[in-house]
């Protein structure tokens, strides 16, 4: 069955032009959608110490680790190779914890989704968890 109004322009309106033929339906599969499916908002990345060759850093998932101060924070979200980092503390360690993270992945954010031609992102946002 295909879904009727917002959802269905939403993924119509994904189609390249001239792929008539396309399963509109598969472009609700997170790798087709041009969505940002990561936490909302991110955490500031920033550095928390420097000492000894060493920062001390918060990444933009909320990750606090230790890295080489040849480095600097946003190397941990862009990389050009691997960096090795000691894991010092992570966002979630309790309940309480994930209670406030998942707040940052909230389904229906209308900025999750860009606009897309004549409609626009929330439109798509309330289709597609609806």
Not at 20 to 32: I, K, N
Not at 64 to 88: A, G, N, Q
Request: glycine share 4%; proline share 8%.
């Amino acid at each position: 069955m295909a879904p009727a109004g917002p959802a269905r322009r939403c993924r119509l309106a994904r189609l390249p032009s001239g792929d008539a033929g396309l399963d509109a339906d598969a472009l609700l599969r997170p790798e087709t959608l041009d969505a940002d499916f990561r936490l909302r908002p991110r955490f500031e990345e920033k550095v928390l110490e420097h000492r000894d060759g060493h920062l001390i850093v918060q990444d933009w998932k909320g990750n606090i680790c230790e890295i080489s101060d040849r480095y600097d924070v946003t190397y941990l979200r862009e990389p050009k190779d691997f960096v090795t980092r000691r894991w010092i503390k992570c966002p979630v360690e309790s309940r309480q914890d994930w209670e406030e993270m998942r707040e940052r992945y909230v389904a229906d954010d209308p900025q999750r989704l860009p606009p897309v031609g004549n409609t626009n992102a929330a439109d798509c946002a309330t289709a597609i968890t609806s």
